[in-house]
């Protein structure tokens, strides 16, 4: 049984390097106006999430949308592990694979065939285990002879491919995406969309952070839609999708 | 399920706001322990670590061996005239004095880089925060481990009256400094994650005790200021891994000195470590 449970999660956390006047004008004149805040050491605080709760069960995929600054990274974050909330209480179950960004993770002067075992290793699988998995994986990302070089010659869509592909070699209990899928092409797409569908259908959760309602209608039937940190919507992704073109139309309720 | 996965499944349960988590000092317990039990983990990434760091080259790690014994022999010749000293005693003393200096000054100038340079594991995996201080020393010994071949073949050329017994202080000696190496490497490394003047700072200050630690001159030399020496922490930790192997005394006090300091040093960071510890991840 695999869960993730938010009950009134807030993250805030201080931006150290804002020093300089002009990076705090370029902040507060951003979307993200209202969720900046001083503290006593006149430090820029970025309240980064409000509050919010919600729970994702066995089989749900499940959708985070917003503009940019809502606060969807840090809600992956979170539901990763790797932001602690400042406030509220975060609870999981099932082990977890996160592709928060393509390039971090993947050592770019190591071969694809390296990186593989190496991504295998930071989620907890022996590079005995995760050998045996590679020529699995090597087949997944169709990058034939390209997986004996560096990744560095790799294009942005051969990293998608390598990154998805061995992320993926165990069935994750919980899968966590950020948008960055999209830079894959149509037909790895359709492909990566079948295997998640197979892990999700084994009872695993995914989470996935897009700004294409294309894609996310397509993969998810859950979601969150956040603005400013806050939670606006949470339910049925039609109701989430509504809820964001309205958004999008209006501006904030 | 492998036993590790098992583990992270235990760890992510306990992510709690600060009242609810069961402690501070409980979590970093956990976090310590963690780190150690997935040696496998930091033992292949370190050796990866020099993999690709000599990628391409013929002699691979082997090089930093080769510049050393360049340095030593170079060093050697000069030094030897100027400080008076015959090349039978000096030689000796140089060539352990720097391979065990560049071991420690290693941790320390890596040890400012040990969450800011991982920032992208940190950033997406959880893991325990304490692996990646493990992982930096564990690749400092690797790196020593090729250097000090040049201690046995110096000594080879140059026999020095050495008590055999004595080579089993090594041991204990080589627990102390690696001990010392984890805090220093979690300290360094949080405050440099936070503060980025501390590397550049950091740097200097090495710089200026390779010079005011008898490393490469004897520490008598000082005369009647030897307690200058005697006192210096650095010299300590080189002390008591240089001198049984030379054959030599200890200084009466580097065994009190190293052992302080490791007590001391393993005690604050753990403190601040427990604190801030959560704080990583944003620092980074």
């Known amino acids: 049984m695999s869960f993730l449970r938010l009950r009134d999660v807030s993250v805030e956390f201080p931006i150290y390097q804002a020093g300089s006047r002009s990076l705090k004008k370029v902040l507060l004149a951003s979307s993200t106006r209202g969720n900046l805040g001083r503290d006593a050491r006149d430090r820029v605080n970025v309240r980064a999430l409000t509050e919010v709760s919600f729970e994702i069960g066995n089989g749900e995929r499940f959708a985070v949308i917003g503009l940019n600054g809502a606060g969807k990274s840090t809600l992956l974050k979170v539901l990763a592990g790797v932001y602690e909330p400042t406030h509220g209480r975060f609870t999981s179950s099932g082990r977890v694979s996160s592709l928060l960004d393509i390039q971090v993770g993947l050592n770019v002067d190591a071969t694809g065939r390296e990186n593989i075992i190496l991504r295998g290793m930071y989620m907890g699988i022996h590079p005995y285990e995760m050998r045996e998995r590679a020529a699995e994986v090597a087949e997944f990302t169709e990058l034939g002879e390209y997986l004996d070089m560096p990744v560095r ?56 952070a897009s700004h294409s309602l294309e894609l996310i209608g397509q993969w998810c039937n859950r979601g969150i839609l956040l603005h400013q940190g806050h939670a606006l919507t949470i339910g049925p992704i039609p109701d989430v999708i509504a809820a964001y073109r309205h958004l999008l139309e209006v501006g904030a309720p | 399920m492998t036993s590790s996965e098992t583990a992270v ?180 490394g949080m405050v440099s994650a936070r503060f980025r003047d501390v590397p550049p700072i950091v740097a200097s200050i090495v710089q200026v005790v390779f010079f005011i630690t008898p490393i490469f001159w004897p520490a008598n030399g000082l005369g009647a200021h030897r307690w200058l020496a005697e006192v210096n922490p650095i010299y300590a930790g080189i002390d008591v891994l240089r001198a049984p192997l030379l054959g030599q005394p200890t200084e009466p006090y580097s065994w009190l000195i190293l052992t302080t300091v490791t007590v001391i040093g393993c005690a604050a960071t753990f403190a601040f470590f427990a604190r801030f510890r959560t704080r990583i991840a944003f620092w980074v």
């Not at chain 1, 993926?168 to 899968?175: A, M, V, Y």
């Not at chain 2, 317990?29 to 990866?48: F, M, P």
């Not at chain 2, 090349?87 to 880089?113: I, K």
């Not at chain 2, 004595?166 to 627990?175: D, I, Q, S, T």
């Open chain 1, 153 to 208: 010659t790799y294009s942005a869509g051969m990293m998608v491919r390598l990154a998805f592909a061995a992320s993926t070699c165990i069935p994750p209990e919980i899968l966590i995406m950020d948008e960055w899928l999209t830079a894959g092409d149509a037909q790895f797409l359709e492909k990566a969309q079948r295997r998640v569908e197979a892990f999700v259908r084994t009872s695993s959760i995914l989470v996935l």
């Open chain 2, 9 to 188: 499944d235990l760890r992510v349960d306990e992510i709690a706001a600060p009242w609810q988590r069961p402690s501070r000092t409980r979590s970093a317990v956990l976090d310590l322990l963690e780190g150690l039990y997935q040696s496998w983990l930091w033992t292949t990434l370190a050796h990866q670590d020099l993999k690709l760091r000599y990628r391409g080259s013929i002699l691979g790690p082997f090089w930093q061996t080769i510049t050393t014994a360049v340095m030593i022999g170079a060093m050697g010749f000069i030094y030897a005239k100027l400080f008076h000293t015959p090349l039978q005693n000096y030689l000796p003393l140089l060539a352990a004095g720097l391979v065990f200096w560049q071991f420690t000054s290693g941790m320390v100038t890596d040890g400012c880089g040990t969450f800011y340079s991982v920032q992208g594991i940190i950033q997406q995996v959880r893991l325990p925060f304490s692996l990646h201080a493990y992982r930096l020393v564990y690749r400092n010994l690797l790196i020593l481990m090729h250097n000090f071949f040049i201690v046995p073949i110096v000594l080879f050329i140059f026999p020095q009256s050495i008590v055999w017994p004595r080579l089993l202080e090594l041991g204990p000696g080589l627990a102390l400094i690696l001990l010392n190496g984890i805090w220093v490497s979690i300290l360094l």
